[in-house]
């Protein structure tokens, strides 16, 4: 069956080695369907390549067509990368959250950066927050036919008029059946709660909490895990609107509250269960829990634990440090300045590299207004704005989660090449610890 909302996918790369690259496939070709299926997205085209014979329709970048037969083991790769994931329209937001980031980017940029994803299929395959306030049954359905799991979902609260309050959307006062669907067909998710004070804190974030507690259980908990992140505001936010932004008071307040309920859910669940994003201890001026806290690290990329996780990769590695490097290097290295006292036995160590010198550039975001700034929220722009006419030496060193996910583009769509063009000097992104070592060497 023909769906006309379904592009064919364009490929971008083939693997060196790879069964497409024997066959002779070229970026530029586009793949139409699979053994008479057009994927809608990459789970499809994973799930339909999980087969030992598979005919796949094929159009060239000339516009001709071509039938191919592949025969190969069940789950061998075909060694092919596309454009984007979804090779139909993106599954878009249907809330008016007051605490937005889309909302509250600077006017007059480009339409894609307005866009606002709420799209399951994103969740699965990078992590990336869903409320499910927009899915139709055909995608519930498929949810649950195909086991995506886990998913990530913004909670916030539990109580429905309130998360209906904070999504604007009537809707929104599901999320509590919705997790009975979920614990029913043993599918899990990892939640996130992101605090506005007078609105979801307190006794609404205790609430919130126990609930979501009260679904860890079993063999496949339902809810895997919580992280707890305070709302971030930008200078865009409208000059009136419900939010207040959080002091560090209330950041001292809240880490107290959540550590009583930790206490309680290690006792009882045996886990940790729900955690405090780093940013609550930076705001508080506190400091960061122990490494042994964090356990498997479940909520790493929503910033709860990545401070500690670096340093602790760090402590490990640096006994590959070389005691030298010849001939002589320098590299920028560019972090949030929130992290920059975090970060300094890191540099401390890297300058003790004979040879080596490494300055650190710890910046905040203009691009946003804030004055205080964690890495992943850094734009081009302000890389931009700020390293413009410095003495960057032989590379900046561009942690990589300033990148969007599977993207070379910065949150402002900045692509790492323009910046590197603007700045005439090489950036090299570094996805954790081993790549920053393996550069500076
Ligand atoms: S659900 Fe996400 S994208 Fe949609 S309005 Fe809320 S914060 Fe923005």
Not at 106 to 134: A, E, M
Not at 285 to 312: A, C, M, T, W
């Amino acid at each position: 069956m023909s769906d006309t909302t379904i592009r064919p996918a364009l490929i971008t790369k083939v693997l060196p080695d790879s069964i497409a690259a024997e066959i002779g496939f070229e970026p530029g070709d586009r793949l139409v369907a699979i053994n008479g299926n057009q994927p809608r997205d990459l789970i499809d085209y994973q799930f339909l390549c999980a087969d030992e014979v598979l005919e796949l329709e094929v159009l060239d970048a000339a516009g001709k067509t071509h039938q191919i037969e592949i025969e190969k083991d069940y789950d061998e790769d075909l060694g092919l990368e596309f454009d984007t994931a979804l090779f139909d329209n993106l599954i878009q937001c249907n809330n008016r959250c007051p605490f937005c980031f889309i909302d509250q980017q600077p006017p007059g940029k480009r339409q894609s950066l307005y866009l606002k994803d709420d799209d399951y299929r994103l969740s699965f395959l990078y992590g990336s927050y869903l409320t499910l306030t927009n899915l139709t049954p055909r995608e519930w359905e498929r949810i649950s036919r195909l086991r995506l799991s886990p998913l990530y979902v913004s909670v916030h609260a539990t109580e429905p008029e309130v998360r209906i309050h904070l999504l604007k959307n009537p809707r929104a006062g599901e999320i509590l059946h919705q997790m009975k669907w979920f614990q029913e067909r043993r599918l899990q998710i990892h939640a996130q709660v992101v605090v506005c004070p007078g609105i979801n804190d307190g006794v609404h974030l205790e609430r919130t909490l126990l609930d979501l507690a009260s679904f860890h259980n079993g063999e496949v908990p339902t809810v895997a895990s919580v992280a707890v992140v305070p709302v971030g505001l930008t200078r865009f936010r409208p000059t009136v609107d419900e939010l207040i932004p959080v002091s560090p008071e209330k950041a001292q307040e809240v880490i107290c509250q959540v550590q009583t309920l930790q206490d309680k859910f290690r006792c009882s669940l045996k886990s940790t269960f729900a955690w405090l994003a780093d940013e609550w201890f930076l705001i508080a001026g506190q400091e960061l829990p122990p490494e042994s806290h964090y356990e498997e690290y479940p909520q790493i990329d929503n910033g709860v634990g990545s401070i500690r996780s670096f340093l602790k990769q760090f402590a490990d590695a640096a006994q590959h440090l070389p005691q030298r490097v010849s001939p002589p290097r320098k590299f920028t290295w560019v972090v949030g300045n929130a992290v920059e006292k975090a970060f300094q036995p890191i540099l401390h160590a890297l300058n003790s590299v004979e040879g080596l010198e490494v300055n650190m550039s710890a910046l905040c975001s203009d691009y946003w207004g804030q004055t205080i700034t964690v890495t992943g929220l850094l734009t081009g722009e302000d890389l931009l704005q700020k390293l413009r006419g410095r003495d960057l030496g032989d590379g900046i060193l561009l942690p990589a989660v300033m990148l969007k996910y599977g993207d070379s583009c910065f949150l402002d769509d900045m692509t790492v090449e323009e910046l590197a063009v603007q700045l005439n000097t090489p950036l090299l992104p570094v996805r954790g610890v081993e790549e920053l070592i393996t550069c500076i060497k």
